[in-house]
């Protein structure tokens, strides 16, 4: 017993379990805890921006050559777009293979379109210009205080490891300087997760007493058909990359078994970004390849998130007896790639970037969303699983496509 309790997971899991059970029969006393879990994610959210900073001049600044970073960079973008094309198709087959939402027969009329305007109105606040724009920060320190969008900060980073790159022995203080302070802020994060068991179970009360375990009964085949499939893109799609690039993609989830359960928790990819790069180092990956593959995975590789913009769109559509052509659906599809660029640093993305997807295509109605807006919640989980799961998977095999992955540590880690 000793060897588990010695184990984070171990107190994540029994904390989620103990969350679930106070959010089932003491519904009151859960709703009360959302700060908990609220209050851990801040804590983490309050490091990432500096960590990622500090990685990314590091890992720049030590590879000696801005053609890596930029050739790294470009495997990074087209491995994220063929992946997360892929988890898009997934997401259209399933649906019209198993069509949950025929049968809902709801009637347009009687949306009430007032309940999703908040997320309507959001998804109309950033045009294509000002997704670019918004990259750059007014001011060196807003990238760190203010949106928190981490491709604000991976471009200052860029060119602050590139400054010192070409700077030489004139940099070396600095970059000693960025080292100790990238150690401290790890050592910082590190005390931090150990209130990881808090804020995963707060969170996890939270959500079952405020929603309802009740409330899912009439949006279990939505649900259903989304976990299955997020999971055949796991084990099916990730799997065979992993598998092509040496490793198992099931070790792979055991050996970071403890942030998937804090991702779990907290319905958060962001509450274990840092411990998973951690983790990817130690696994043989170098700091450069993961300094740039992890911040802009969160960004442009999204594959939970892409896979439910698909699905839920289609499932409006079919409950509304929206009867969609295949280049219909194919729009849709491709809809969907543009608008889940902008969810990074955005509180409630995936439904927000489904209002967007949704609102450029006037076939199904925005205001059909009202018809998930009570599940999205419990569909977080899965995506935000599946997004964190992405990016680990991407950043190996980006290290691996560039012949920077350490396969005796590899293998000597994951067992």
């Known amino acids: 017993m000793k060897r588990f309790t010695g184990h984070l997971y171990f107190w994540v899991l029994l904390s989620v379990f103990f969350g679930v059970l106070l959010g089932v029969f003491a519904p009151d006393s859960a709703v009360k805890l959302k700060p908990v879990g609220d209050a851990f994610i801040a804590l983490v959210k309050m490091l990432i921006s500096p960590i ?5 001049v590091l890992g720049i600044s030590g590879t000696g050559s801005m053609k890596k970073v930029g050739r790294v960079g470009g495997k990074a973008l087209l491995y994220f777009e063929v992946v997360s094309t892929i988890a898009l198709g997934i997401g259209l087959l399933v649906m019209n293979l198993f069509q949950p939402g025929r049968g809902f027969n709801v009637d347009p009329q009687s949306l009430d379109s007032q309940a999703v305007a908040v997320y309507a109105k959001s998804a109309d606040a950033q045009t294509g210009v000002d997704f670019i724009m918004h990259l750059i920060p007014k001011t060196l320190v807003d990238a760190f205080t203010g ?10 980073a860029i060119l602050f490891g590139y400054a010192l790159m070409r700077s030489g022995d004139a940099g070396s203080g600095v970059r000693r300087l960025i080292d100790e302070l990238s150690h401290l802020l790890f050592y910082v994060m590190n005390l931090i997760m150990k ?4 804020g995963a179970g707060g969170a996890m009360a939270y959500t079952v007493g405020k929603f309802g375990v009740g409330s899912l009964a009439p949006l279990m ?9 997020c999971l055949i893109f796991i084990f099916v799609v990730l799997g065979g990359i992993a598998r092509f690039c040496g490793f198992s993609i099931f070790r792979f989830i055991v050996y970071i078994r403890e942030e ?7 319905s958060s990819s962001e509450s274990a970004l840092v411990p998973l790069m951690t983790k990817l180092e130690k696994l043989g990956c170098s700091k450069s390849v993961v300094g ?27 409950a509304l007896n929206i009867d969609l052509s295949l280049g219909q659906q194919l729009s849709i599809l491709g809809v969907a790639m ?26 199904v109605p925005v205001a ?3 018809l998930i807006l009570g599940i999205d919640r419990f569909m977080s989980e899965a995506r935000s699983l599946t997004n964190f799961l992405g990016n680990g998977v991407a950043t190996i095999v980006i290290s691996y496509w560039e012949n920077d992955l350490d396969r005796v540590t590899l293998d000597r880690e994951l067992g």
């Open 52 to 56: 990622i900073f500090c990685t990314v």
């Open 195 to 198: 209130l990881a068991p808090l």
């Open 221 to 229: 085949a939505l649900m259903g058909s989304f976990y299955a499939t």
């Open 292 to 318: 740039l593959v992890i911040p802009a995975g969160y960004s442009f590789n999204l594959d939970g998130t892409n896979i439910y913009l698909t699905m839920a769109a289609l499932f409006v559509a079919q």
């Open 260 to 266: 998937l359960l804090t991702v779990l928790g907290t």
């Open 338 to 363: 543009l608008t889940s660029k902008g969810a990074s640093g955005v509180t409630g993305a995936g439904f927000i970037t489904l209002a967007a997807t949704l609102a450029l295509v006037p076939t």
């Open 368 to 370: 059909g969303l009202t």
């Open 147 to 156: 949106s928190g969008d981490l491709l604000q900060v991976l471009l200052l």
